[in-house]
């Protein structure tokens, strides 16, 4: 599965930007409005939705940047989102766990999917950032 996404990404790199930048505004949504109208069944601070979805503003900023202007030296810039990527996972880690008994078995769910999508990403965006510093 993985292999076949690394492939597609070597030959189009800039389509991880975009696929990142997109995923980054889906979690501003979900974290900054959906969750936090339904904060009584996740039980996820408000102050802590609005940190979480406020991260990935920068995200956006930058996929964007590296989609329309980044020609050269891409695994550099591929390394720099999935080390972004990373610390937002590790944050959210330490979030929950902070929280971890106002946290609803939906939180849980919330974030173990989120951290299990941006981990799969960061894995995807590395190897493929390795493929082309290897071809050139």
């Keep these: 599965m993985f292999q076949k996404a690394i ?10 930007f ?10 501003i949504f979900l974290l900054g409005v959906v969750l936090v109208k339904l904060e009584r069944f ?3 601070p408000i102050p802590t939705l609005y940190l979480l979805a406020f991260i990935p503003c920068f995200f956006v ?17 591929l390394k720099g989102i999935a080390l972004m990527n990373s610390s937002y996972c590790l944050l959210s880690i330490i979030l929950a766990i902070y929280h971890y008994q ?4 939906l939180a849980w769910g919330y974030i173990i999917t ?7 990403l960061v894995y995807i965006e ?6 082309l510093s290897v071809k050139k």
């Design 102 to 105: 106002k946290l609803s078995y």
């Design 42 to 44: 996740f039980g996820i």
């Design 126 to 131: 590395l190897q493929t950032a390795k493929t």
């Design 114 to 120: 989120e951290i299990t999508i941006v981990m799969a």
């Design 61 to 77: 900023a930058y996929d964007f940047y590296c989609f329309l202007t980044v020609k050269q030296n891409i695994p550099f810039y």
């Design 18 to 27: 975009l696929i990142d930048g997109l995923g980054a505004l889906l979690s």
């Design 7 to 16: 492939k597609q990404a070597t030959t189009t790199p800039h389509k991880l």
